[in-house]
C-alpha cells in the first residue's frame, strides 16, 4: 500500500517545491498539501489540497484520518526577519504546531514526521567557521529560539516515547520558482530578481556577510533522502547540520557581473545585519554525511546559471 504524506505550510518558499517533488516520487493523490491560504497555480492543479489551521489540533487531527495520513512534513513556520516583527505570533505558530504534529504521533496516528530546523539556532557566541554539529548556541532571535527549543522538543519525543521524528538544519534556500518568504537571506534570491529587472540592486547587508546557503534543489534532494533512510541510520535526533554553499553579498554580485557586467550593487545593511553577524559562516555537515549519505551538488556559479537562465 502506497503511503499517504501531509505537507503543512505547503505554499511557502521550500513547501511548494517540495510538495511537488514528493508528488513526482509518490503519486498525486498520495501527497495532500495543505496551508492556511491557497497557492500557485503548479501546486494547486497537481494534486488534493486542503486549507488547514494546523495550530488547531481537532482539525489537524481530522484531516490526518479522513485522508490516512503516515508521514507529516511539517513546513509551516514565521521566518526571522518577520518574527521579529511579530514574536509572540511567530512562538505560538512556530512551536504550537510542533506540539501538534508531535502528540499525534505520540498518539500513533502518524507513522513519521519531519520538521526543518535552521542555521538560526545558532547564535553570537557559536563558532562561526565550519560550525560543528554539537556547539553553544545561544540564538539571539525569535525565529532562533523558536528553531532551537523545537529540537529539543523533537529528541525529547523520540527518546520517551520513540516518536519518529526527523529534522535538518537549513541553511539560507535559493530559488527561481517562488519568492521569499521573510527571511534574512532572502538577498540571494531578490538579488537575481533585481539584476534582471533594474540592472542593480540595493542589498539590506553588507558586503563581506557570509552566510552558508544552499539551492534549493539540494535542499529538497536531502529532505527526502533523510526521510528514506533507515530509522538505525538516523543518529540526530535534534536537528543534522547541512551544508552546501557559503559566499558574501559581494561575492555573488561579482558572481553576477561575470554573466551581466553592467550590473550595479550597493549596500544598505538594516535591522537583518543584526541577525546575520549572529549566525555562522560556515558549516561542519560531517555527521549527515557519515550517517545518512548527504552531499551537496551546488555552488555558487551553477547557482546563479540556474537563476538567471530561469528567470531571465
Known amino acids: 500500500m502506497p503511503k499517504n504524506i501531509l505537507i503543512i505550510g505547503a505554499c511557502g518558499q521550500i513547501g511548494t517545491e517540495l510538495t511537488l517533488a514528493l508528488r513526482k516520487k509518490y503519486g498525486s493523490e498520495h501527497v495532500i498539501a495543505s496551508d492556511i491560504r491557497e497557492g500557485n497555480d503548479d501546486l494547486m492543479q497537481s494534486g488534493p489540497f486542503e486549507i488547514l489551521d494546523a495550530t488547531n489540533y481537532d482539525t489537524l487531527e481530522e484531516v490526518i484520518a479522513y485522508y490516512d495520513i503516515c508521514e507529516v512534513y511539517l513546513m509551516a ?119 534582471l529587472s533594474d540592472g542593480s540592486y540595493t542589498c539590506f547587508l553588507g558586503e563581506e556577510t557570509k552566510l552558508p546557503m544552499m539551492f534549493m534543489d539540494d535542499a529538497i534532494r536531502a529532505t527526502l533522502q533523510i526521510m528514506e533512510a533507515p530509522e538505525k541510520d538516523i543518529k540526530v535526533r535534534s536537528s543534522y547540520n547541512l551544508a552546501g554553499m557559503s559566499f558574501t553579498p559581494k561575492e555573488m554580485a561579482e558572481n553576477i557581473k561575470a554573466v551581466m557586467p553592467s550590473f550595479k550593487i550597493e549596500y544598505a545593511p538594516d535591522f537583518r545585519q543584526d541577525i546575520a553577524d549572529s549566525w555562522p559562516s560556515s558549516i561542519d555537515d560531517t555527521p549527515a554525511k557519515d550517517d545518512w549519505g548527504w552531499k551537496s551538488e551546488f555552488n555558487l556559479e551553477k547557482t546563479t546559471e540556474e537563476m538567471l537562465g530561469n528567470l531571465g
Open 77 to 195: 513556520a514565521m521566518l526571522s526577519a518577520t518574527a521579529e516583527k511579530f514574536p509572540m505570533r511567530a512562538w505560538n505558530l512556530n512551536m504550537n504546531t510542533l506540539f501538534n504534529v508531535l502528540n499525534l504521533a505520540k498518539e500513533k496516528k502518524i507513522n513519521k514526521i519531519f520538521w526543518p530546523s535552521s542555521i538560526a539556532v545558532f547564535g553570537p557566541n557559536t563558532p562561526k567557521e565550519d560550525t560543528p554539529q554539537n556547539t553553544i548556541m545561544e540564538p539571539s532571535t525569535v525565529y532562533g529560539i523558536s528553531k532551537q527549543s523545537g529540537e529539543r522538543w523533537c529528541e525529547y519525543y523520540f527518546n520517551k516515547f520513540n516518536v519518529d521524528v526527523r529534522s535538518i538544519r537549513y541553511p539560507g534556500l535559493i530559488s527561481w520558482k517562488t519568492m521569499p518568504g521573510g527571511g534574512t537571506t532572502d538577498y540571494a534570491i531578490e538579488i537575481y530578481h533585481k539584476a
